[in-house]
């Protein structure tokens, strides 16, 4: 993807121009800056350009009937929401059995008489 927007480019060649005829030793100074500059201000410019298109599609080539088919229904965000729930429990319960499974069990005083096992 190229990030050169040609009026951005012709604005550099007009500022290094400007500054080669009136300061020649700035225009050396600033011609690194202006190369650099380049495609963060083409952005900025081709962003605000498409600022008018925003949500149709228009700026990806969609059309608007291409949109409006892609969202989905009331009926069928309410099965996505049932199936996302469900999801959520299962998933709730298996870690609830993993944490079970990876509790360590007490461990065992020694120091009292009641237990078994080999005195210190």
Same mark, same amino acid.
């Given at each position: 993807?190229? =990030?050169?927007? @040609? @009026?951005?480019?012709?604005?550099?060649? !007009? !500022?290094?121009?400007?500054?080669?005829?009136?300061?020649?030793?700035?225009? !050396?100074?600033?011609?690194?800056?202006?190369?650099?500059?380049? =495609?963060?201000?083409?952005?900025?410019?081709?962003?605000?350009?498409?600022?008018?298109?925003?949500?149709?599609?228009?700026?990806?080539?969609?059309?608007?009937?291409?949109? @409006?088919?892609?969202?989905?229904?009331?009926?069928? !965000?309410?099965?996505?929401?049932?199936?996302?729930?469900?999801?959520?429990?299962?998933?709730?319960?298996?870690?609830?059995?993993?944490?079970?499974?990876?509790?360590?069990?007490?461990?065992?005083?020694?120091? @009292?008489?009641?237990?078994?096992?080999?005195?210190?």
């Amino acid at each position: 993807m190229m =990030c050169r927007n @040609k @009026k951005v480019v012709i604005g550099a060649g !007009v !500022v290094v121009g400007g500054l080669l005829l009136f300061n020649p030793g700035w225009a !050396v100074a600033a011609l690194p800056v202006v190369l650099l500059a380049v =495609c963060p201000l083409s952005m900025v410019f081709m962003m605000r350009g498409m600022g008018g298109q925003g949500a149709n599609g228009a700026a990806c080539g969609t059309s608007g009937t291409a949109a @409006k088919s892609a969202t989905a229904t009331g009926t069928d !965000v309410d099965k996505q929401i049932a199936d996302l729930q469900e999801e959520v429990r299962i998933l709730r319960a298996a870690s609830t059995q993993q944490q079970a499974a990876q509790t360590p069990p007490p461990a065992m005083d020694f120091s @009292k008489p009641d237990q078994p096992g080999p005195r210190p």
